[in-house]
């Protein structure tokens, strides 16, 4: 491969003939590399081997149709990102939309026309490497996401107080690790009950007015220890916007000067 071959895209030609390929391959050699495999085994194993930017693909082959290679391409994850463009003399709709059912991105009829080709080729470049790019921008994103969640679980799970939040309907959607403890189930296992389900004993969220977007207030009761002791605490309601849940809602269990007293 020279220096050049090496910045420029490469294109794999599938054709069972030979003059197709030669034709194909001439019209494209003075912008892009081009390989070339005659017949559909061959070229599913070049496209494995080589790892083509893009595949021009004939329908009508012996053997394996092109129908069938490019379901092959689709099917291997080494090769599925790969655009396929078919190229044919078959030029009814069923045999179009049949082509794009298998994953081909586009449809050149024979006798090809060289300035139609270099367009196509050149177009379908262009989406993959764009494609490509946001695909390189969503995992990177993904990836920042990640870290900022697992950052600000640490921080909740440092907080002593109780910490949870739920939907409008009283329904838990998370907690920290302190209200994961004091109820002595995993937050996956909280996730999706109410109070009732959880702690029998705790005050119900029913006897405390729903609190319209972007207030807060603070509410009293009793919370109960599975050893006994019950503890009067202050809990502070906060509607939170955007939250998971529409309408979910932050809570914040804590003493309330800290009084803790024998459960009797």
């Known amino acids: 491969m020279t220096t050049r071959d090496a910045v420029r895209k490469t294109i794999l030609l599938i054709d069972d ?19 070339a ?5 061959a070229g599913l194993r ?6 083509p930017d893009l595949i021009l693909l004939d329908v009508m082959m012996p053997g394996l149709s092109g129908y069938e290679v490019c379901r092959r391409l689709k099917a291997d994850a080494t090769t599925r990102h790969i655009p396929v463009i078919f190229v044919t003399s078959l030029d009814s709709a069923p045999d179009e939309a049949k082509g794009f059912e298998v994953g081909a991105v586009d449809y050149i009829v024979k006798r090809i026309s060289p300035a139609v080709v270099l ?16 695909e390189e921008q969503v995992h990177q994103r993904t990836a920042e996401l990640e870290d900022e969640r ?16 739920k939907d409008p309907n009283g329904v838990y959607l998370g907690c920290n690790r302190a209200f994961e403890e004091y109820v002595g189930k995993a937050e996956t296992e909280i996730v999706g009950h109410r109070d ?9 969220d029913a006897r405390q007015v729903p609190l319209e977007a972007g207030q807060t207030g603070p509410s009293e009761g009793w919370l109960y220890y599975p050893d006994g002791r019950r503890v ?20 914040r269990h804590q003493p309330r000067h800290h009084r803790a007293l024998a459960g009797r």
Do not use: C, W
């Not at 070049?46 to 790892?51: G, K, L, P, Q, V």
């Open 17 to 35: 003939s030979v003059e197709q390929l030669a034709i194909a391959s001439n019209v494209l050699a003075d912008d892009y590399r081009v390989i």
């Open 232 to 251: 009067l605490m202050e809990t502070l309601k906060t509607p939170l916007r955007g939250a998971p849940g529409r309408g979910a809602r932050p809570y």
């Open 196 to 204: 009732a389900d959880l702690v029998p004993g705790t005050y119900a």
């Open 119 to 134: 367009a196509r080729v050149a177009s379908h470049l262009e989406l993959a490497r764009l494609r490509g790019h946001l």
């Open 37 to 41: 495999a005659t017949g559909g085994e």
């Open 150 to 165: 697992a950052l600000l679980r640490s921080l909740l799970d440092s907080i002593p107080d109780l910490i949870f939040y």
């Open 46 to 51: 070049r496209a494995r081997e080589a790892r």
